[in-house]
């Protein structure tokens, strides 16, 4: 009997090890981040990191400067353990970028015509990317107690738009309850370089995304998407209660939009910023469960499961 007792004790104690030596690694909210830095930060490049990773540094640095968080630097090599980090760079050209992927979960991919990005349980497939283009990804989480904010690309100008993001702190409320962006850079002007009205978010795992959520028979679980076009799609998810409607589901997620109130209820003239344009004739109309509706989104009460589909197109659809 006491062979049995100390092989269990010894059983016990080697489990608790193995549990406290794994590395605990969690995903948090953009919302968080100036006060989860506001003692300081370090920035992290690779040893070999060019020059727009370098750049994408100084500009964040400075943001954080300007608002009371200050910042030392240091390579992939040299990476405190014991400190706030911000890790600039892609897998490939920061070691550090690629340790934390692994930690994260955190996969890119390509195939011959897509790429897919996975973060948070979350796959994003999106077209390959074509001459002046590339895709930026803020990741933003704890590991081991050690707060981490990863900011890179595709290649070099992903990494910059990415940190022309965070350049700006209203983006921090804007995204506050999301834990990974996903964002598309486009060389619309042919210069070359990364300016940030050539920015677009194409996707973002909110809060709770991938989880399971418990089911509540008073409420409705609903899915909303918004298609930007060339394969720019944003997703939110929420539980409204099964009396509210699509227009009240839509304020629930903190989507931004604009609209105006007719005979046939509420319609909407802009998503995240892009409204209807008259000279070009595209709008945006939505469909539930794929099926089209001309219906305006304050007399349509939700469903658990409904799923909203919202296109800026200029097909007539009826």
């Known amino acids: 009997m006491k062979h049995n007792n100390y092989r269990d004790l010894f059983v016990g104690i080697f489990f608790v090890l193995i549990m406290v030596s794994l590395p605990l690694a969690t995903a948090e909210v953009m919302g968080s981040v100036p006060t989860s830095f506001s003692n300081g930060t370090v ?3 690779g040893s070999t990191a060019n020059s727009l990773d370098l750049l994408t540094r100084d500009t964040v640095a400075k943001s954080f400067k300007e608002n009371g ?74 590991a081991n107690n050690q707060n981490v904010l990863m900011l890179w690309g595709a290649s070099r100008e992903g990494t910059f738009a990415a940190g022309l993001i965070l350049e700006d702190e209203a983006n921090f409320q804007k995204y506050a309850n999301s834990q990974f962006l996903l964002l598309k850079w486009k060389d619309n002007n042919g210069d070359q370089f990364v300016q940030k009205d050539e920015i677009s978010l194409t996707s973002e795992a909110p809060a709770g995304a991938g989880t399971t959520v418990t089911e509540d028979k008073d409420t409705a679980s609903v899915t909303i998407t918004a298609d930007f076009g060339e394969g720019f799609t944003k997703e ?83």
Do not use: C, H
């Open 43 to 45: 920035f992290v490049t």
């Open 69 to 142: 968080i200050l910042s030392t630097n240091a390579i992939d090599s040299e990476a405190p353990q014991n400190r706030q980090l911000i890790v600039i760079g892609g897998p490939v050209a920061n070691s550090k970028t690629r340790e934390l992927n692994e930690l994260f979960g955190v996969k890119y991919e390509e195939t011959n015509d897509r790429i897919l990005i996975t973060a948070k349980d979350l796959t994003l497939s999106k077209p390959k990317l074509g001459m002046g283009e590339d895709i930026g990804i803020i990741y933003f989480g704890k």
């Open 236 to 318: 939110w998810k929420v539980n409204v209660k099964k009396d509210e409607t699509i227009f009240d589901a839509m304020k629930a997620t903190g989507m931004q939009f604009d609209y105006n109130i007719q005979s046939l209820g509420v319609f909407v003239t802009s998503i995240e910023g892009l409204a209807e344009n008259r000279s070009t004739g595209r709008y945006w109309q939505y469909w539930i469960n794929g099926e089209y509706s001309q219906l305006g989104i304050s007399i349509v009460n939700v469903t658990d499961g409904m799923k909203i589909e919202w296109k800026y197109t200029d097909s007539f659809q009826n």
